[in-house]
């Protein structure tokens, strides 16, 4: 084997062995969380910041962030969005950013007047810092990393990188599953999101970041693989990440991972010459083969249960009521929030507390555009314009951006069923905001 094959298997082992370790050894889940904090700050450091390895490190913590979670490793639940925003500000005091970001700075100066009207609003008995923090994390994360990345200089070499980091422990993710629900036929009994064979964590969070972690491993067979070897391993990782989103009987991760897939492909074929076009033609329908061998494999360990999964059915074949899983009644909850309180809306995380003085349930919201709606009002739309219009500028100014379609999808579609739970929405948006050139990174614009 060459030495870069050598390297990468290596890489890839060392992340397998980790979440075998963290099943066999439980309490090694911590060690490998803080380590990951105190490692790449030193990383930082040490290299002040010189290739972007404040990118390299965030993506580290966004790929672990649900791992972490599930094995008790994050030192705090929402640690992983704090921990982006830290290396991503340790980032610019090395490197700077772009003074054209400006558009992200009104993002986050938007956000305020909700913030400053939940100090008044929130129940007394509630805890204000806890409820507001949870609830702004992510627009927060969301807005730095902007802020940073917008109109960076990269070249696709690195952006492999930063998704190859991201990646890796998604790697360590699917090893620990794997090995925590061995026999899928003994846990799979409905149509639900299966807590077992998620890692007895959440199935919709760990299906948004497998569905990630497949189109990363996907795009490294497309872009990143020198040798028939690599292409082998890219292509096995990306089919085990796939089949254990699947039997998470959460679709939306899946869905959204397989839409990712789909628009690469095309993106690729359309800018590529007749040459391209025929070896892409190869690569299409090789990969359209291996996912329905995944897919085949899932329908037969389940008992077809997932095709009714997928087709919106029940266990006996019935077509449930609902296709959403009752989420649409929340958004629309939060739809009438918003209508009665238009202008400045009810305030970072009343929400909560509205719903469940009227309806007597407490359920936190999946959509964050209806919950930007209800808790910022009009300033809510204003944010939510400037995320939807500011990276298609980019697309239009720089068209050979190989991967903006694919992550504003990614943070358009996940945001619809998951909110902003995990960090990776935020942090797979930003990543859209790069300048991907075909050469060394020019300096950063200013």
Same mark, same amino acid.
């Given at each position: 084997m060459k030495k870069e094959e050598i390297s990468y298997l290596s890489l890839l082992l060392v992340h397998v062995f980790i979440g075998l370790l963290v099943y066999t050894v439980p309490f090694t889940a911590k060690l490998y969380g803080y380590s990951i904090f105190i490692f790449g700050t030193i990383f930082i450091l040490k290299s002040s910041n010189k290739n972007n390895e404040a990118l390299l490190v965030a993506a580290y913590v966004v790929g672990s962030e649900v791992f972490l979670r599930m094995t008790g490793g994050n030192p705090l639940y929402e640690i992983s969005k704090y921990g982006v925003l830290f290396f991503l500000l340790l980032g610019m005091y090395f490197s700077g950013f772009s003074k054209k970001a400006f558009w992200y700075w009104i993002f986050l100066i938007l956000l305020i007047p909700s913030v400053i009207i939940a100090t008044f609003a929130l129940d007394l008995g509630t805890n204000i810092r806890t409820r507001i923090a949870f609830n702004i994390s992510g627009p927060l994360c969301l807005?730095?990393?902007?802020?940073?990345?917008?109109? +960076?200089? =990269?070249?696709?070499?690195?952006?492999? +990188? *930063?998704?190859?980091?991201?990646?890796?422990? *998604?790697?360590?993710?699917?090893?620990?599953?794997?090995?925590?629900?061995?026999?899928?036929?003994?846990? *799979?009994? #409905?149509?639900?999101?299966?807590?077992?064979?998620? #890692? #007895?964590?959440?199935?919709?969070?760990?299906?948004? !970041?497998?569905?990630?972690?497949?189109?990363?491993?996907?795009? +490294?067979? %497309? %872009?990143? &693989?020198?040798?028939? %070897? %690599?292409?082998? =391993?890219?292509?096995?990782?990306?089919?085990?990440?796939?089949? $254990?989103?699947? !039997?998470?009987?959460? +679709?939306g991760g899946m869905i959204t991972g397989l839409v990712m897939i789909f628009i690469l492909l095309a993106f690729l074929y359309i800018k590529s010459n007749d040459t391209g076009k025929a070896k892409l033609k190869f690569s299409v329908v090789l990969i359209v083969l291996a996912m329905l061998g995944v897919w085949m494999y899932a329908s037969f360990q389940t008992g077809g249960l997932i095709n009714k999964r997928y087709a919106n059915q029940d266990a006996a074949g019935r077509v449930k009521a609902s296709q959403f899983t009752g989420r649409e009644n929340l958004a629309d909850e939060e739809i009438d929030i918003f209508l009665n309180n238009p202008l400045l809306g009810a305030g970072v995380g009343k929400v909560i507390e509205i719903r469940e003085s009227e309806t007597g349930?407490?359920?936190? &919201?999946?959509?964050?555009?209806? $919950?930007?709606?209800?808790?910022?009002?009009?300033? #809510?739309? *204003?944010?939510?314009? !400037?995320?939807?219009?500011?990276?298609?500028?980019?697309?239009?100014?720089?068209k050979f951006n190989v991967f903006l379609l694919c992550f504003v999808t990614f943070w358009l579609l996940t945001i619809n069923h998951a909110a902003m739970r995990t960090a990776a929405p935020a942090f797979v948006y930003a990543l859209s905001l790069l300048i991907i050139r075909f050469e060394s990174p020019a300096k950063n614009e200013k």
């Open positions: 807005g730095i990393a902007s802020i940073y990345t917008y109109k +960076r200089n =990269i070249t696709l070499e690195q952006m492999n +990188r *930063i998704l190859l980091f991201m990646g890796l422990p *998604i790697v360590t993710c699917m090893a620990y599953l794997t090995i925590y629900t061995p026999f899928i036929k003994d846990v *799979i009994t #409905g149509t639900e999101s299966n807590f077992q064979t998620s #890692g #007895g964590f959440g199935p919709n969070q760990v299906s948004t !970041i497998l569905g990630l972690g497949m189109f990363v491993f996907f795009s +490294r067979v %497309l %872009l990143a &693989s020198k040798t028939k %070897l %690599l292409v082998i =391993i890219n292509l096995f990782l990306a089919l085990n990440i796939s089949y $254990r989103g699947f !039997i998470t009987f959460s +679709r349930k407490t359920a936190a &919201s999946h959509n964050e555009i209806t $919950r930007m709606l209800a808790e910022h009002g009009a300033l #809510g739309i *204003i944010g939510l314009l !400037i995320l939807i219009f500011t990276p298609f500028v980019l697309y239009f100014e720089y």
